[in-house]
């Protein structure tokens, strides 16, 4: 039984590692990869708050404003990659370079929606845990 359960949970694993992964490249490896920095750094500010928020609350503090620079860093990034991707779609558009269809503008579409996709979602995590932390320490 606990065989199974485990080929079970590698299986998935593999599957939404692969997908995550495929998607973390279809957005851009340089963006993808800046904004991945700003989710460590918010989760390496979020760890370090809750380790001093009992002990030293004026760094605790301090480590809020950490977390929400990081989060809104890594929303602009997100932005700015997709402006930057479909300025050199349409740049490739206007050459003439790629035949344009509903199929390629619907691909280029979903692939520069990733990179704020993701700046959004570390944008997210760094204001919850922002409210989260205040709550706590109050």
Same mark, same amino acid.
């Given at each position: %039984?606990?065989?199974?359960? +485990?080929?079970?949970?590698? /299986? !998935?694993?593999? *599957?939404?590692?692969?997908?995550? &992964?495929?998607?973390? %490249?279809?957005?851009?490896? +340089?963006?993808?990869?800046? /904004? !991945?920095?700003? *989710?460590?750094?918010?989760?390496? &500010?979020?760890?370090?708050?809750?380790?001093?928020?009992?002990?030293?609350?004026?760094?605790?503090?301090?480590?809020?404003?950490?977390?929400?620079?990081?989060?809104?860093?890594?929303?602009?990034?997100?932005?700015?990659?997709?402006?930057?991707?479909?300025?050199?779609?349409?740049?490739?558009?206007?050459?003439?370079?790629?035949?344009?269809?509903?199929?390629?503008?619907?691909?280029?579409?979903?692939?520069?929606?990733?990179?704020?996709?993701?700046?959004?979602?570390?944008?997210?995590?760094?204001?919850?845990?922002?409210?989260?932390?205040?709550?706590?320490?109050?």
């Amino acid at each position: %039984m606990k065989l199974k359960i +485990l080929r079970i949970m590698a /299986i !998935l694993t593999g *599957l939404i590692g692969t997908t995550l &992964f495929n998607r973390f %490249m279809d957005g851009g490896a +340089l963006f993808m990869s800046l /904004i !991945l920095i700003c *989710l460590l750094t918010s989760i390496y &500010f979020i760890v370090k708050s809750i380790l001093k928020i009992k002990s030293n609350v004026e760094n605790s503090k301090k480590m809020l404003k950490h977390i929400g620079d990081s989060g809104k860093l890594a929303l602009a990034l997100g932005i700015m990659g997709a402006f930057l991707g479909l300025i050199a779609a349409f740049d490739a558009i206007e050459g003439g370079q790629v035949e344009v269809s509903a199929v390629v503008m619907a691909s280029g579409l979903k692939i520069a929606l990733l990179s704020p996709l993701f700046g959004l979602f570390t944008y997210s995590v760094s204001r919850v845990a922002i409210l989260v932390l205040r709550l706590i320490q109050k």
